[in-house]
C-alpha cells in the first residue's frame, strides 16, 4: 500500500455525561489509501458515528492523532480547518435533518463552491447536477420537497461539489429503501471512478459493505477488533465477533438452513468497557486469557484480528503475532 | 366516452399550499390600513394645523365644522389624531426595529456560542425582566430626559430582552441539528452558520413577537406621554391628548379623549392581530 491519505492513530474519545465518562472510541487506529473504499462495520452505539465527525473534526478527540495527507490536524483550530474541508468531506445518515430546511437545492449546491473560492461555480453547479444523475428542475426546490433518493443525491452532490479527496460516508444508504439504495451505490462507485475519490464507507449494514469496499474494518465498543481486505473477512472471518455479525446477515432463500452464532445479551455499556477483549462478555469461546488485552494477530495478508482464537495453534494453521 | 365525460376526482385531504390570509391578518391589516390613510391624510392635507389654537371655538362637540371636535385651546381633534397616527407609528417602528435587531442578534449570539457569554446575558435579561416593562421604560425617561429619542430608547431597552430569550431558545436546539453539523463541515465560518443556516430557521417567534411590541410599545409611548414623562404637551400625540383631554371627560366633552384613546385601541389591536395571523401562518411548518 502507498502512503495513507488518512492516518487514524490511536484516537479516543470520551463525553462527560451525567457525572460518567462515556468511552465512545478507545483506541481506534486505521489507515485509508488514497482510492480506497475502507468499510466500518460494527452494531449502533460502537462508535461508528463518534469516529466519522471525529475525523471531520465535528469533535475534537480526547487523545489519538489524525493525519490528512501525512498533515496533524488532530487539534487544528476553526480557522485553519476551514482548508481540510475543502479537502474531507462527509455525507450524513438522513438528508431531511442534514440539508437545511429552507434553503433550496441551488443555494445548498452553490455553498461549498463559493466558501472555497471554486471558478466558475455556475458550470460546476451543473456539471455536479449532472454527475449525481438530477435533473435541473430540482434546483428551484427545497429539501422537503424531493424524494428520499434524490435528497441523498442533493447530500452527495454538495459534499463533492468542491472537489473533495476524501468522504466520510456516515450511513448513506441507510434511510432509503432497498431499491434506491442499490442506485446510490451504483452512483457511489461511479463518482469513485471519475472523481478519484477516497471513501470511508460507514455502516452497518453487511450486504452493502460487501458491494463496494476493498477493505473491511470491524468494530465494536469503541475498538478495531478486526481488519483484512472484504473477501478475506468474508471467507475467512476470525474475530468470534465478527463471525456473528456475518452469520446474521439475511439470506433471501428460505431452501438455506443459517446456522446463526449465538451472542450473549446486550452490549455493555460505553461507560463501562471490560477490561481485555470487550466482546468478553458476550462471547461464548472466551477464556481466562481474554480478561487480558488482547494484540492483533495476523490472519492473512493484510489481514488481522485481535482474538485469542485469530493467534497461530501449536499445528500452525491459524496465523502469527502481528 | 365515459372517459371523456370524466372529470378528475376531486383530491381530498391536500391542504393547498398557500393558505389564504384568515381573519385576524385582514382585520388587521384593515385597521393598520386605515390609520397609515389617516396619517398620509393628515400629512399632506390635514383639514386644519394640528398646533393652531382658536379662542372662539374652544370644546366645539363632534359635528360637520369638526368631525371630532375641539378641544380646549381650540385645536381640531381630527387634526391632531392624523398627526398623532405619524408621530406614534414611527415611535412604535423604530422601538420594534432596535429591540427586533439587537435581541435578535445578541440571542443568537448567546445561543450559539453558549458558556460565559450566555450567561453573562442570560443574567442581564433577567435583570431587566424582573421589572415590569413599563416601570423600566418609565424610570429611564425620568432619567434621560423626555424627548422622542429618549421614549424610544426607554421602551426599546424594556423589550429587548424578550427578542433575546426567544431567539436563543430557538438557536440552543438548531444548533444541534444535523444541518448545522453540515454547515460547518462543508467549511462555514461559526457566523454564517448562525446568520444564513440557523437564523431564518429560527425567526417566525421573534416576527410575532415584534408585531406584539408594535402594540405594546404605542400602549408605552402613549402611557408616558399620559403621564408627562414621554411626549411633550403641545405635540400632536395620542397619549398626549388622551392626557390633556381626561380633565374635560368628568364636564362632559368625552370626545377630546376618546377619540385619540380609540386610535390607541385600534392600533393595539391591530397589531396584535396581525401577529397572530404570521404565527398561525408559520407554525404548522416542518
Redesign the interface.
Known sequence: MTAPLLEVADLTCEFRDRGRTVHALNGVSLTVGAGETVGLVGESGCGKSTLA?SI?R?LVPTSGRLLFDGQDYTRWG??RL?RL??DV??V?Q?PM???????TVRRLLL??LV??RVGEPERRLSQVLDEVELPASVLGRRP?QLSGGQRQRV?IA??IA?RPRFVVLDEPTASVDMSIRASLLRLLRKLQREEGLTYLFISHDLSTVRHICDRLLVMYLGRVVEEGRTESVFDRPAHVYTRVLLSAIPVPDPAVRRRRLPILGEPPSPTAIPTGCPFRPRCQMAAGECERPQPFYEVGPGHRAACRLARVEPSGEAGTPA | MAVQGARPLPIVGVPSRRRRLGVSALVGLGILAVLIVLWAWGALAPPRDPLATDPASQLLPPGPGHLMGTDTYGRDVLSRVMAGAGLDLAIAASVTGVSFVVGVLVGALAGYHGGWIDDVVLRVVDVILSFPAFVLALAITAVLGNSVRNVVIAIAVAYTPYFVRLTRGEILSARR???A??????????WRIVLL?LL??CIVPALVQASLTMGWSILDASGLSFLGLGIKPPTPEWGVEVGEGASNIVSGEWWTSVFPGLAITLAVLSFNLLGEAIQARFRPR?
Open positions: 465527525r471531520v465535528l476553526e480557522r476551514r474541508r475543502k468531506q462527509i450524513f438522513d435533518t442534514a440539508l437545511n430546511p429552507s434553503w455553498e461549498p466558501l472555497h422537503g447530500a454538495r459534499a468542491a | 441539528a444535523d444541518y453539523d453540515n454547515a460547518r463541515a462543508i467549511g462555514n465560518p461559526s443556516h431564518p430557521n416542518r
